[in-house]
């Protein structure tokens, strides 16, 4: 199995940081040649599960104008151009929750898109968190903060209720790492 | 908390059914306009969970553009335009494995972008799947089937071999509904 040749590029849309759109020339491993393979090249992103002390994980409530609704996320924020994923997460939780930790985890980098691209979204689960200042997002949208029990959060994600995906891809490995979910006993058997 | 008010939407670029692109004048819920927030709209795709009487799960080894890699995916496709998901869920197995199912359950419907839309991944379980054709995807890329137990599948996705967000968020409720996932003794002790 081999990789596709990009033979050319056309860019049709760039808006500043926020969008570029292109079609690709591309040749398959089987000589054809697609003259108008769409990609996207979108901000990547980070994620955060941020768990307080106490267990409980840092959730909010905000309009998202992608879905038109109130909708319950994780903490999150654009890469901004030359930064580390895991500064923009420490940037991010702060100015979003006014929390901090000194016990962060990536989790796991995510692409968006498989065919077109898009950007990639990094987990992180940050543990211990403790409140220094007050939340100051700077975001166009308004942020309540809710507290959440790591069973709370999966049963909401479950129900709809955390409808996007980069938070429901983050969740797998953080529920696995802070002991909310494990392999069930039968599954373990199964696997003896 | 209210939601935001579009005032005017104005199209940058469309490709065919892949690809609009728009700048909307929104109007904040604090009376803030803002003239150039930006919408795309991607086609919506389904992704599934396919597993044979025998446990192991339908997984996809082939090359994606988007991250200019081989990689590990479920089986997933488009959604053509009319068509209802299910439907898509029903024809893309059958495409891209040859297997069929009379055990189908919808797991999540997922946004792909929180701000701009994008598109929406909706994820099915289909259980007791058996082989009835040969593989016919008609896609630009080579597949191979690979078949791997739950835990295999878990384990491939938190390495970051399944590297695609939509399979990610599919597989927390698919392995919770088959029993490979459940809530720890522990977690289930501190909520009793």
Same mark, same amino acid.
């Given at each position: 199995?081999?990789?596709?040749?990009?033979?050319?590029?056309?860019?049709?849309?760039?808006?500043?940081?926020?969008?570029?759109?292109?079609?690709?020339?591309?040749?398959?491993?089987?000589?054809?040649?697609?003259?108008?393979?769409?990609?996207?090249?979108?901000?990547?992103?980070?994620?955060?599960?941020?768990?307080?002390?106490?267990?409980?994980?840092?959730?909010?409530?905000?309009?998202?104008?992608?879905?038109?609704?109130?909708?319950?996320?994780?903490?999150?924020?654009?890469?901004?151009?030359?930064?580390? +994923?895991?500064?923009?997460?420490?940037?991010? *939780?702060?100015? @979003?929750?006014?929390? =901090? &930790? %000194?016990?962060?985890?990536? /989790?796991?980098?995510?692409?968006?898109?498989?065919?077109?691209?898009?950007?990639?979204?990094?987990?992180?689960?940050?543990?211990?968190?403790?409140?220094?200042?007050?939340?100051?997002?700077?975001?166009?949208?308004?942020?309540?903060?809710?507290?959440?029990? +790591?069973?709370?959060?999966?049963?909401?994600? *479950?129900?709809? @209720?955390?409808?996007? =995906? &980069? %938070?429901?891809?983050?969740? /797998?490995?953080?529920?696995?790492?802070?002991?909310?979910?494990?392999?069930?006993?039968?599954?373990?058997?199964?696997?003896?």
């Amino acid at each position: 199995m081999r990789l596709w040749e990009t033979l050319d590029v056309r860019e049709l849309l760039s808006v500043g940081n926020r969008l570029r759109v292109a079609l690709e020339r591309v040749r398959l491993p089987d000589g054809r040649v697609i003259d108008d393979y769409l990609q996207l090249t979108t901000p990547s992103f980070v994620v955060i599960v941020a768990q307080r002390p106490d267990g409980r994980l840092l959730c909010e409530r905000q309009y998202k104008h992608g879905p038109r609704k109130i909708v319950l996320t994780l903490p999150a924020g654009t890469i901004d151009p030359g930064e580390e +994923p895991f500064s923009t997460a420490k940037r991010e *939780l702060l100015e @979003e929750t006014g929390y =901090v &930790s %000194d016990e962060w985890q990536p /989790l796991s980098n995510r692409i968006m898109y498989a065919n077109a691209g898009g950007g990639v979204t990094y987990a992180f689960l940050a543990r211990g968190c403790r409140k220094v200042a007050e939340p100051n997002s700077g975001d166009l949208e308004e942020i309540v903060i809710e507290l959440k029990t +790591p069973d709370e959060l999966m049963r909401a994600c *479950l129900a709809g @209720e955390m409808p996007l =995906v &980069s %938070d429901a891809a983050a969740l /797998l490995p953080a529920l696995l790492a802070i002991g909310t979910l494990a392999e069930s006993p039968t599954a373990l058997a199964s696997r003896a």
